[in-house]
């Protein structure tokens, strides 16, 4: 069965940082793109960031480039996003998620979702 488990959130002050990490279980980790959503109370789930199954390619939503960033290692099977001058708006439960393709980070059809991690940030 595979799972993919985050960890890292927490509650932060305005101007901070957070390092979020994602386990993952799948056996062929490096076979798979990785990427990062988020969703906020009453708010659609939204895109963050995404990197290629060997990490040669990033992409990012407009909403956090310049302020987070992601990154793998696909000997520990894990996958990382940085977030730095964390905002109030950045509150939300982050989630991650893998997919064969790239691509299907532009549509949010992923094969696989871990269950999220909260994430606050105080004014």
């Known amino acids: 069965q595979v799972q993919l488990v985050e960890s890292g959130g927490g509650l932060v002050q305005a101007g901070g940082s957070l390092r979020l990490s994602c386990a993952a279980s799948?056996?062929?980790?490096?076979?798979?793109?990785m990427g990062w959503f988020r969703q906020a109370p009453g708010a659609q789930r939204e895109f963050l960031a995404a990197?290629?199954?060997?990490?040669?390619?990033?992409y990012y939503a407009d909403s956090v480039k310049g302020r987070f960033a992601i990154s793998r290692d696909n000997a520990k099977n894990t996958v990382y996003l940085q977030m730095n001058s964390l905002k109030p708006e950045d509150t939300a439960v982050y989630y991650c998620?893998?997919?064969?393709?790239?691509?299907?980070?532009?549509?949010?059809?992923?094969?696989?979702w871990g269950k999220g991690t909260l994430v606050t940030v105080s004014s």
């Open positions: 799948l056996r062929t980790f490096s076979s798979y793109a």
């Open positions: 990197i290629s199954r060997i990490g040669l390619r990033t």
């Open positions: 998620a893998a997919s064969v393709g790239f691509s299907d980070f532009a549509s949010g059809s992923m094969d696989y």
